[in-house]
């Protein structure tokens, strides 16, 4: 792994954690619900972009540069772990159970369309 292969992963990886802030915060101020749709958005785009990037197929440096840079910063398992366990600690146990039904059920199925169109492309 060359040296400019790290710091670009650690540049590209500060435009994906602004993005996770912008994405999360747009759509967080839009919805009033203890339902942590944020997370959800950000962490469901990120696997259908995923998806698309293994898909398409891209070169070894090009998919860290995406995966692990921009996508590794953008998605967030701690922050859907911690808001489910809050939830639960909330007595909204119903509404954590669906938060991680709902994030595995739709991730993996936008994450299988993403390779479907990164594949036709």
Not at 34 to 48: D, E, R
Request: proline share 2%.
């Amino acid at each position: 792994m060359s040296p400019l292969l790290i710091v670009a992963v650690g540049a590209i990886g500060g435009t994906g954690a602004v993005a996770r802030l912008l994405l999360d915060g747009a759509v967080s101020v839009r919805v009033s619900t203890p339902f942590p749709v944020g997370t959800l958005a950000v962490n469901l785009l990120g696997s259908l972009v995923l998806g698309i990037v293994a898909g398409v197929g891209i070169g070894a440096d090009g998919a860290r540069l995406v995966t692990t840079g921009l996508l590794g910063s953008f998605t967030t398992f701690s922050t859907w772990m911690l808001e489910s366990h809050r939830l639960a600690e909330d007595g909204e146990g119903g509404v954590a159970a669906a938060n991680l039904a709902v994030s595995l059920i739709a991730g993996v199925a936008l994450a299988w369309l993403g390779t479907v169109v990164g594949g036709a492309l």
